[in-house]
């Protein structure tokens, strides 16, 4: 969607746009996922990591327009057209943290905006380097 907004271009958006996800920053991501191996009770274990509040693809695809200041338009595009025949999504995904937050403490400190924000930073400074 990043990309996209920074160029000006639609932002395709499949299915209705209502699916949820929780998003989380990498840095977030990384920092866990170092620290689970030094966890003594973390041997053997399975932990989800991830965000925890949801959002729409809908709602993703407006906040991108919207920081960026782009004119991008935010397109559908059926299922049918982007997939196989057969393809089934689910509408809301959402980790539980609870092993994880039993482990360790976890809070994600990077927010959806400040992501969106440094992806587009490290895009815009990419195309000056091209």
Do not use: H, W
């Not at 025949?85 to 905006?113: H, I, T, Y």
């Amino acid at each position: 969607f990043v990309s996209a907004a920074l160029r000006g271009e639609p932002l395709r958006v499949f299915g209705s746009g209502r699916q949820t996800r929780c998003f989380l920053d990498v840095a977030d991501l990384v920092e866990v996922l170092a620290e689970i191996p030094f966890r003594k009770r973390a041997a053997g274990g399975v932990f989800n990591v991830g965000g925890e509040r949801p959002t729409t693809i809908n709602a993703l695809a407006k906040k991108v327009v919207a920081r960026l200041r782009s004119d991008s338009k935010i397109v559908r595009v059926p299922y049918e057209r982007a997939y196989e025949k057969g393809f089934e999504d689910l509408r809301a995904r959402v980790p539980d943290l609870r092993a994880l937050r039993a482990l360790m403490p976890f809070e994600p400190r990077v927010s959806l905006d400040e992501t969106i924000d440094r992806i587009a930073a490290r895009q815009r400074l990419e195309a000056i380097e091209e």
